[in-house]
């Protein structure tokens, strides 16, 4: 008795595309994210503005002027094709800096230590872990019991809300005990 042949694959389904930050500044990284449904292997290909940009699920990409910018992202298996669309404003850099850490602020702590060195090493070991993920590893001083403290902090967010969602969506490389902190 002969099998009947097997069915073909069936084509990716685009589930999400993202770009964060949106906006973003020129001249600053926006990481732009895609999540398929179906069959693999998929091959991912982005264009911005009609341009073939970068391939992959998850690439970075820079804008080098300011505007509204149409991101797309054509995914490929040998059951099809699907192909999604978003729109990326990219805004003028300002002359003024942002202080290094602004009143209201959030970010998510991994590590608070009194010894500076530590800090460091320890900075050093998430932007290690993070490296391909669009957020920042710094230290922040700051006071406890009245004696000075190295936090080590993740990412800068406007709301508690907010850094919460990022502990979760980066907790393979973060610690079990990392929390939302308010940079003060």
Do not use: C
Request: net charge positive.
């Amino acid at each position: 008795m002969r099998r009947p042949p097997p069915s073909p694959p069936e084509a990716p389904w685009v589930v999400s595309l993202t770009a964060r930050p949106n906006p973003v500044r020129v001249g600053e990284p926006v990481q732009l994210r895609t999540a398929v449904e179906g069959e693999k292997p998929f091959t991912y290909q982005w264009t911005v503005d009609g341009t073939t940009a970068t391939r992959g699920p998850a690439p970075t990409y820079t804008f080098e002027r300011p505007g509204r910018h149409t991101v797309q992202v054509r995914v490929s298996n040998d059951g099809g094709t699907q192909t999604r669309s978003m729109t990326v404003q990219a805004e003028r850099r300002t002359a003024k800096r942002p202080s290094p850490q602004p009143a209201g602020l959030w970010a998510v702590g991994v590590a608070s230590m009194r010894n500076p060195s530590g800090a460091k090493r320890m900075a050093r070991r998430y932007r290690n872990r993070l490296a391909d993920a669009p957020v920042s590893v710094r230290i922040v001083e700051h006071m406890l019991d009245q004696e000075r403290h190295f936090r080590v902090v993740v990412g800068r967010y406007e709301t508690q809300a907010a850094a919460q969602q990022a502990r979760e969506t980066y907790r393979r490389a973060l610690p079990p005990e990392a929390w939302a902190v308010r940079l003060e």
